[in-house]
T-cell receptor, first 116, second 113 residues
Framework: GAVVSQHPSWVICKSGTSVKIECRSL??????MFWYRQFPKQSLMLMAT?????????EQGVEKDKFLINHASLTLSTLTVTSAHPEDSSFYIC????????????FGPGTRLLVL | EDQVTQSPEALRLQEGESSSLNCSYT??????LFWYRQDPGKGPEFLFT?????EEKEKERLKATLTKKESFLHITAPKPEDSATYLC????WGSGGYNKLIFGAGTRLAVHP
């Protein structure tokens, strides 16, 4: 149980294009989903928290217009990196916590983004 | 400010050599402390949640303990497949109503045969 998937697992794009990453909870309903980014040999940095049906809450320093988050259902959240630039290259990981369950966050396998 | 510090940064063990990883934290009100394992290029895998001082949890060769200021992840007779980065995270009360986690930098464990 508590499986979270991400798609795609890796993506290469040209500078200036937009990239969408999907995060799905496969066997539970997730009231809240989280988006993190991780640079090599560093820990996870929370970018934003999203609740189903409401606007995402962004961490300080994260541009909401650049990183668009949509949490349209209890099993799906999407992160769109708009007008991506090489400095956006990173490992993006989502997590989800179960509606009405414990506070545990279950993580997806991550998406590696490379912007050329 | 809520903060999580893990030590050591890296640890090299021989197979069968038991050891402990440390996670010290400063948080206004601890809601829960979480341990995760992360393999290279993958997302973190949930291991344990601890809620109150004195609590202990075990899973195979791993045992997590919690005090008011720190948590330990004890690894008994480790095997090479235990090699990974172990992440500690805390969740604080009053974090905007959402269960936001604050992560430490992790301990990179390498177990050699």
């Amino acid at each position: 149980g508590a499986v979270v998937s991400q798609h795609p697992s890796w993506v290469i794009c040209k500078s200036g294009t937009s990239v969408k990453i999907e995060c799905r909870s496969l066997d539970f309903q997730a009231t809240t989903m989280f988006w993190y980014r991780q640079f090599p040999k560093q820990s996870l940095m929370l970018m934003a928290t999203s609740n189903e049906g409401s606007k995402a809450t962004y961490e300080q320093g994260v541009e909401k217009d650049k990183f668009l988050i949509n949490h349209a259902s209890l099993t799906l959240s999407t992160l769109t990196v708009t007008s991506a630039h090489p400095e956006d290259s990173s490992f993006y990981i989502c997590s989800a916590s179960e509606a009405g369950g414990e506070e545990t966050q279950y993580f997806g396998p991550g998406t590696r983004l490379l912007v050329l | 400010e809520d903060q999580v510090t893990q030590s050591p940064e890296a640890l090299r063990l021989q197979e069968g050599e038991s050891s402990s990883l440390n996670c010290s934290y400063t948080v206004s009100g601890l809601r829960g402390l979480f341990w995760y394992r992360q393999d290279p290029g993958k997302g973190p895998e949930f291991l344990f949640t601890l809620y109150s001082a004195g609590e202990e949890k075990e899973k195979e060769r791993l045992k997590a303990t919690l005090t008011k200021k720190e948590s330990f992840l004890h690894i008994t007779a480790p095997k090479p497949e235990d090699s990974a980065t172990y992440l500690c995270a805390v969740q604080a009360w009053g974090s905007g109503g959402y269960n936001k986690l604050i992560f430490g930098a992790g301990t990179r464990l390498a177990v050699h045969p």
